[in-house]
């Protein structure tokens, strides 16, 4: 597991209406975001926007992988914005991959295809962060984690790429700011006790062990004692709100 914090980057492309960067545990995505925009009538729908998801591989082209990875991002993302405000038009999300995990050469318990979801905590922060940075209404936020069961039984955050080929299970999860869980995906073999832990799990790292117990305001920290997901976001938000007054103040 690398303990550092994620390194985050609102607004690096000049021409989308919002965008970001998100690296974290050797996943780096650049996303954008453009809309409200015209859409085609075949894809229109009458009383709410919407929403087409594009995610595309390091190199070439995408594939089911890829087709997958788009349904489970815009699935989620249905759950956080305001649809209703902008009918009969399109939200357009754009996801670029730019780094991976480097695959590791010892097949473990699960096939190659079914680690394909150990992108999706990644596309997910990436596509909050972008949404963030346009005036296109949320209704929520939500923060990503991937989290395995090795051959053991012990839980592992931010797993590398040998550990997931080698664990029992995987499992991607997705909390709404509100603590809703907005997502679940699973592969591999698992019982109900060690479910139950993976939540709990997933739950403190999103929101941080503190914030389960109280609805306080400061920052929350995981259980490795960092900073949690959702804080990061925060301070991200900050940073940008800070730095766009410094300069309303530049100009007098």
């Given at each position: 597991m690398l303990n550092t914090l994620p390194i985050t980057t609102?607004?690096?492309?000049?021409?989308?209406?919002?965008?970001?960067?998100?690296?974290?545990?050797?996943f780096s995505i650049i996303g954008g975001v453009n809309g409200p925009v015209e859409v085609q009538r075949r894809d229109e729908l009458a009383e709410?926007?919407?929403i087409d998801v594009v995610v595309r591989p390091v190199a070439g082209v995408g594939g089911i992988r890829e087709r997958h990875l788009e349904s489970l991002v815009?699935?989620?993302?249905?759950?956080i914005i305001v649809v209703t405000a902008h009918p009969r038009t399109l939200?357009?999300?754009?996801?670029?991959?730019?780094?991976?995990?480097e695959e590791d050469s010892i097949?473990?318990?699960?096939?190659?295809?079914?680690?394909n979801i150990q992108l999706l905590p990644a596309l997910l922060q990436t596509s909050i962060l972008a949404l963030l940075s346009t005036s296109?209404?949320?209704?929520?936020?939500?923060?990503?984690?991937?989290?395995?069961?090795?051959?053991?039984?012990?839980?592992?955050q931010d797993p590398s790429a040998k550990q997931i080929h080698s664990a029992s299970s995987v499992h991607v999860l997705a909390f709404s700011s509100h603590g809703d869980l907005l997502l679940v995906e699973s592969e591999g073999s698992f019982g109900i006790d060690?479910?139950?832990?993976?939540?709990?799990?997933?739950?403190?790292?999103?929101?941080?062990?503190?914030?389960?117990?109280?609805?306080?305001?400061?920052?929350?920290?995981?259980?490795?004692?960092?900073?949690?997901?959702?804080?990061?976001m925060k301070n991200t938000m900050?940073?940008?709100?800070?730095?766009?007054?410094?300069?309303?103040?530049s100009l007098g």
């Open positions: 609102l607004d690096p492309l000049e021409r989308a209406d919002g965008s970001a960067a998100y690296s974290y545990n050797g709410e926007a919407a815009e699935r989620t993302l249905r759950h939200i357009q999300v754009t996801l670029q991959v730019i780094a991976t995990q097949s473990g318990v699960l096939p190659p295809a079914a680690s296109i209404p949320l209704s929520q936020t939500l923060t990503s984690t991937l989290i395995v069961v090795d051959p053991y039984g012990k839980l592992v060690a479910w139950e832990e993976v939540v709990e799990k997933a739950s403190d790292i999103c929101h941080g062990a503190e914030a389960a117990d109280n609805d306080s305001d400061h920052a929350s920290m995981d259980p490795t004692g960092q900073l949690s997901l959702e804080s990061v900050q940073d940008r709100t800070a730095k766009g007054q410094r300069w309303r103040e």
